[in-house]
């Protein structure tokens, strides 16, 4: 079974980040939500606050399948400017491992060159941050083990990608009937 982290930070869309936690238990896979926000509770861009299952600090980074990160203006800054985050993905991507983001996030991929000759797509006007990317308006964009998806209006069809990723077609199929999808 893969274990993969969402990485939340404060300033993140709640949606984009807890709907991916959601469908991806649904579908059996191991997920954990890591804060960089220096402790557990994270205050998100609708000031909703919720807690993480751990942080950046405690979280055993190298047993991990891969990673997510969501989007949220304020949350993609600081995902951006945490130098484990960076390092996480620049690894992740490097080995081969799945390496998700939506919304804003894509950029913190582009700004790392990471999307160099990949396929992606990002929020409307945040295009020119996915340096090297080929970008279109698909919803969502799997190009290797790189995921992108647009917003939170997508954030279903973003986790579908990655459980498709992860699993196969008969899970997948499994949890968009479980979710009357």
Same mark, same amino acid.
């Given at each position: 079974? #893969?274990?993969?982290?969402? =990485? +939340? &930070? /404060?300033?993140?869309? @709640?949606?984009?980040?807890?709907?991916?936690? *959601?469908?991806?238990?649904?579908?059996?896979?191991?997920?954990?939500?890591?804060?960089?926000?220096?402790?557990?509770?994270?205050?998100? #861009?609708?000031?909703?606050? =919720? +807690? &993480? /299952?751990?942080?950046? @600090?405690?979280?055993?980074?190298?047993?991990? *399948?891969?990673?997510?990160?969501?989007?949220?203006?304020?949350?993609?800054?600081?995902?951006?400017?945490?130098?484990?985050?960076?390092?996480?993905?620049?690894?992740?991507?490097?080995?081969?491992?799945?390496?998700?983001?939506?919304?804003?996030?894509?950029?913190?991929?582009?700004?790392?060159?990471?999307?160099?000759?990949?396929?992606?797509?990002?929020?409307?006007?945040?295009?020119?941050?996915?340096?090297?990317?080929?970008?279109?308006?698909?919803?969502?964009?799997?190009?290797?083990?790189?995921?992108?998806?647009?917003?939170?209006?997508?954030?279903?069809?973003?986790?579908?990608?990655?459980?498709?990723?992860?699993?196969?077609?008969?899970?997948?199929?499994?949890?968009?009937?479980?979710?009357?999808?």
């Amino acid at each position: 079974m #893969s274990k993969i982290a969402v =990485f +939340f &930070a /404060d300033g993140c869309e @709640e949606i984009e980040g807890l709907t991916v936690v *959601d469908m991806l238990r649904r579908a059996g896979l191991e997920v954990v939500g890591v804060s960089i926000s220096g402790g557990r509770e994270i205050q998100g #861009s609708h000031n909703i606050r =919720f +807690f &993480a /299952d751990t942080t950046y @600090e405690e979280a055993p980074i190298d047993t991990f *399948d891969g990673v997510v990160l969501p989007g949220g203006v304020k949350g993609t800054e600081n995902l951006g400017a945490h130098p484990g985050v960076v390092s996480t993905i620049k690894k992740f991507a490097e080995e081969g491992k799945l390496v998700a983001a939506i919304c804003a996030a894509p950029s913190v991929l582009g700004a790392n060159g990471i999307l160099q000759g990949k396929h992606a797509v990002c929020h409307p006007g945040w295009e020119e941050k996915l340096i090297g990317a080929v970008t279109s308006e698909e919803t969502v964009v799997t190009d290797g083990n790189i995921i992108t998806s647009r917003g939170m209006g997508t954030a279903i069809d973003f986790s579908l990608a990655i459980i498709a990723k992860l699993t196969d077609e008969d899970v997948v199929a499994n949890v968009r009937k479980g979710i009357v999808y």
